[in-house]
């Protein structure tokens, strides 16, 4: 028991370190800048001001984004599918809870509860159903059928006049531990808790004999089917387990924001886990986190920049798209394997010349 | 003996982490059938596309009339005068016998010129010259194939078992073309079939592993049973 | 027998749809033929709108195996370009120049066919041409080439919606059939879709460069080593697509006006154009065209009044929906492309 727990911790050390720092990083911020990690009270009420809450914010976005980019590795990075309509997943949890919460006149906690079973039960029956009709389209077939699925989703609830179309809905009956505008820090634990588990849940999936069945798939489907595999079974197990993750972002994302939008269902939340996967790393444990967090930290960080070059000022907001862009043709052209692949592939000739000298 | 029409020195050729050719040494005389022998897997195709610039060697050299043509793009090697007949004969199904044989045009006409040879050649050519290559069968596709590196002028032929999957008396009529074709131009032949090969051939080089090992003239390889056991594995 | 049947199922199926469609229309209209026109030249127009974009989008995939996210920008830059030639102030300001707006708006269509060339040459040359081994990277690539271009436009044109204020003669004319007002200028560009179908299909058909595009849509390898020059009809293919594109959105900017919607619009529908039609089937991707062109105006027109104002801008998923579930790869694709 004690070496086998010695072992995990050798192999895993920076893993647990990871997990320890962001464990205390509300007190480390607060600690750092005299801020309390709880917000400042008023009356009754928590505000959420102070340089630790906000960092919390920060870190649940990127908690979320990072779910939501694994989970789509797990089908693009390592099944080789390659879906344009994740946003689906996510967006539609998002109105799950919502609807939940706001409409239904449970119990808060309950409606909570429900909600957050539902968003994932249906999402995951959804994605299995759409896979059962869809997965036997090849390559970019599949791709447009997800994006066609998606964007109808999108235009339906930008027009839906109970979900108050395009405006969309705020919440206000989240159970007041969980309500990122009271108890910050309880979101924080929880986004963090999940985005942990997803981690080690798809590590230890493709280290099974499905993940490895996923990646045969990934290298050639035809021969996997050929050795006697049934490709679609395996197929709809990672869309299945996939959506049901996205459906767990869309849900704290929600909670996050305590609104409710036709953007949840954007290309935008399609197109931000496909960039950070590349970014990151495709078909790797932690480039999907890797891309997440590096573009979220420059989105906050950059975004609300201005640069000033003699007496004009530039606000980096007004060519934040631009920046995006160009990010993302650098990254197919320069670094198609991502942060992490380059690394490998850095560490490997290293070794070679060490070697060789 | 002529200076070499076709010279490959040792090349070297990858093809994804894959390397296919370590050391590959053809010489293809002026006015010559060349036949490249040996087993599946050994290199014969590679060979070819290598010297036609789809696969690209990393190393060695190809001289075409004694000139460099390794690192050109295919379409000016082609264009050098060299025709390719790839195996599995690649000819476009959706388009017409005559689309087929007006692509393979290099200048205007070159089509005009040439038709009351091919239709000569090959009389199947006339009879289905507008409908799609598609509908012709296996050994008629094979003719269209062969029939499109005769539209311009290719001193160069190289060719990729042209019997493969074909009856035996379609394999006739088709070594009776190659051998009349090579009354004009020099040919480089892949060939599994070693009877037709044999027949056809005046010299042989036999590639094993990636390698060119042995070459020399076919009546001499006919006779030594040893060596074509040793490396074909027929007798 | 079952052959031809199997051979002509596309055909049936589209004829089936269309057919369909218009006696919805029709009874929709309550057999009044003014309100039935107008919806059918409604519809015509806005297919021909898409083929512009779909066209370029369908061939471009078929023989380079390129889908080109940016294809929608490009009718986005048209538009804008030709609203900005037309119309004074502005980057290039013609109203001096050219006072009869008759006049302008022939130069205005060039200067967009001419942007759109331009830039699809950049696109082609500088940034496709890297990635042709690698499909699904250049897919991100052009989404990402999207991106920019919609963020240039916002830099030089700002985010402003602009619908088209100078209006000239064939815009403004309308003839009465059936007791309603006909656009002449849609019917004109119902008319300069038809003669482009056309004219596409001859050059397909009967030119050169149209073999050697079938060709290299089934071999282009093969097509390479018969000693053409792939890459430089990749190069013409590539930049006459997105001009036609570039076109569609001048001409289409009378009516739509130029805004940063266009280009994701235009897009998605022509994408789901392409995909239902048969991805790299040009007889697909016209009858396509066609076909969501006309669901678009039936879906429009059956809505008005009812609490499904939805309906006209899902129709084009709907349809790609429904044909895919029917026929994987589409109308009139073959089963071995993907």
């Known amino acids: 028991m004690t070496t086998r727990l010695i072992e995990n911790l050798r192999e895993n050390w920076l893993y647990w370190l990871i997990i320890l720092f962001l464990l205390a990083f509300p007190f480390l911020v607060a600690a750092q800048t005299g801020s309390s990690p709880f917000g400042e009270p008023r009356g009754d009420r928590m505000v959420m001001r102070g340089e630790s809450v906000r960092w919390q914010a920060v870190m649940i976005e990127i908690f979320i984004l990072a779910i939501l980019a694994m989970s789509y590795n797990l089908m693009f990075g390592f099944t080789g599918v390659l879906s344009f309509g994740h946003a689906l997943f996510f967006g539609l949890s998002g109105y799950i809870i919502g609807l939940m919460l706001e409409y239904t006149g449970l119990d808060n906690g309950i409606a909570l509860i429900l909600g957050i079973g539902l968003a994932i039960a249906i999402n995951g029956i959804l994605g299995l159903l759409i896979g059962l009709v869809s997965l036997r389209l090849k390559g970019v077939y599949f791709a447009i059928f997800t994006l066609a699925v998606a964007e109808m989703a999108f235009i339906f609830f930008g027009r839906f006049a109970l979900t108050r179309a395009e405006d969309g809905f705020t919440l206000t009956h989240v159970p007041i531990w969980l309500d990122a505008t009271q108890n910050r820090i309880t979101l924080y634990y929880v986004a963090l808790g999940m985005g942990i588990f997803t981690f080690f849940a798809i590590r230890r999936l493709i280290n099974s004999p499905t993940g490895a069945v996923f990646k045969a798939i990934r290298e050639n489907e035809d021969r996997a089917q050929s050795i006697g595999y049934n490709t679609l079974t395996f197929k709809l197990i990672a869309i299945t387990i996939a959506s049901m993750l996205a459906a767990s972002a869309g849900v704290l994302q929600v909670l996050l924001n305590k609104k409710v939008g036709p953007e949840l269902l954007g290309i935008g939340n399609t197109v931000d886990p496909l960039l950070m996967t590349i970014i990151g790393g495709i078909g790797s444990f932690t480039g999907p986190v890797i891309g997440a967090t590096g573009l979220h930290l420059l989105d906050t960080n950059i975004r609300e920049a201005t640069i000033t070059i003699g007496s004009t000022v530039l606000h980096v907001s007004d060519f934040w798209g631009l920046l995006l862009g160009a990010i993302f043709i650098l990254a197919v052209m320069v670094f198609p394997q991502g942060v992490v692949g380059t690394w490998i592939r850095l560490r490997m000739r290293w070794q070679k010349f060490t070697k060789s000298a | 003996m002529s200076a070499p029409v076709l010279e490959i020195r040792n090349i070297h050729t990858f093809i994804g982490q894959f390397h296919i050719l370590e050391g590959v040494n053809v010489s293809v005389p002026q006015g010559s059938i060349t036949v490249m022998l040996g087993r599946n897997g050994a290199g014969k195709t590679t060979t070819l596309k290598s010297v036609m610039g789809l696969t690209p060697p990393s190393q060695g050299a190809i001289l075409f009339e004694g000139k460099p043509i390794h690192g050109k793009r295919p379409y000016h090697i082609a264009q050098l005068g060299i025709g390719y007949v790839p195996e599995h004969r690649a000819i476009f199904k959706t388009l017409t016998v005559r689309e087929n044989l007006e692509l393979a045009e290099r200048q205007a006409h070159d089509l005009e010129k040439r038709i009351d040879f091919i239709f000569n050649l090959f009389p199947a050519m006339r009879q289905f010259y507008h409908y799609p290559a598609g509908n012709l069968s296996g050994g008629q596709q094979q003719m269209l194939a062969i029939a499109r590196v005769l539209v311009p002028e290719n001193r160069l032929l190289l060719i990729d078992e042209p019997s493969e999957g074909l009856a035996p008396v379609i394999i006739e009529e088709l070594m009776a073309a190659i051998q009349k074709l090579a009354e004009t131009s020099t040919v480089l032949l892949v060939e599994q079939n070693f009877r037709m090969a044999s027949r056809l051939a005046d010299r042989y080089v036999i590639l094993d592993d990636g390698q060119s090992r042995v070459e020399g003239v076919m009546p001499e390889l006919i006779k030594d049973e040893q060596l074509i056991q040793r490396y074909l594995g027929v007798a | ?338």
Request: with cysteine; hydrophobic share 55%.
């Open chain 3, 1 to 338: 027998m079952a052959t031809t049947l199997g051979k002509n199922t596309p055909i049936l199926v589209m004829i089936a749809i269309i057919t369909g469609l218009l006696t919805f229309s029709f009874i929709n209209s309550n057999g009044d033929f003014g309100d039935f026109g107008i919806t059918v030249l409604s519809g015509l127009f806005q297919g021909m709108l898409l083929f512009l974009v779909a066209s370029g989008l369908s061939i471009i995939f078929g023989l380079m195996d390129v889908l080109t996210l940016a294809h929608g920008a490009y009718f986005m830059i048209g538009a804008y370009v030709a609203y900005d030639v037309q119309h004074p102030g502005g980057v290039i300001d013609l109203t001096a120049a050219i006072p009869d707006p008759n006049l302008r708006f022939p130069v205005a269509l060039i200067a967009a066919i001419l942007v759109g060339a331009g830039l699809g040459v950049i696109l082609e040359r500088g940034l496709l041409r890297p990635l042709y081994s690698r499909p699904i990277f250049q897919l991100v690539m052009t989404f990402g080439v999207s991106l920019v271009m919609v963020e240039i436009v916002k830099a030089i044109w700002d985010t402003t919606i602009y619908s088209w204020q100078d209006r000239f003669g064939l815009q403004e004319s309308f003839f009465e059939l059936f007791g309603q007002q006909f656009s002449v200028y849609r019917l004109f560009v119902v008319g300069i879709g038809f003669v482009l179908i056309i004219g596409i299909a001859l050059i397909l058909r009967r030119t050169r460069i149209g073999i050697i595009i079938r060709a290299g849509v089934e071999d282009r390898q093969m097509v390479e080593a018969l000693g053409i020059n792939v890459q430089l009809v990749f190069t013409v293919v590539f930049t006459l697509g997105c001009a036609v594109a570039a076109f569609g959105g001048g001409i289409a900017a009378p009516f739509l006006g130029a805004s940063n919607n266009l280009a994701t619009d235009f897009l998605l529908q022509a994408v789901a154009v392409v995909v239902l039609g048969g991805m790299g089937s040009y007889e697909g991707t016209a009858a396509g065209s066609i076909m969501v062109g006309l669901a678009i105006a039936v879906a429009q027109k059956a809505a008005i009044g009812t609490a499904f104002t939805v309906l006209p801008s899902i129709t084009p998923m709907l349809l790609l929906i429904l044909i895919l579930l029917l026929r994987p790869s589409g109308l009139f694709g073959s089963a071995h492309s993907s």
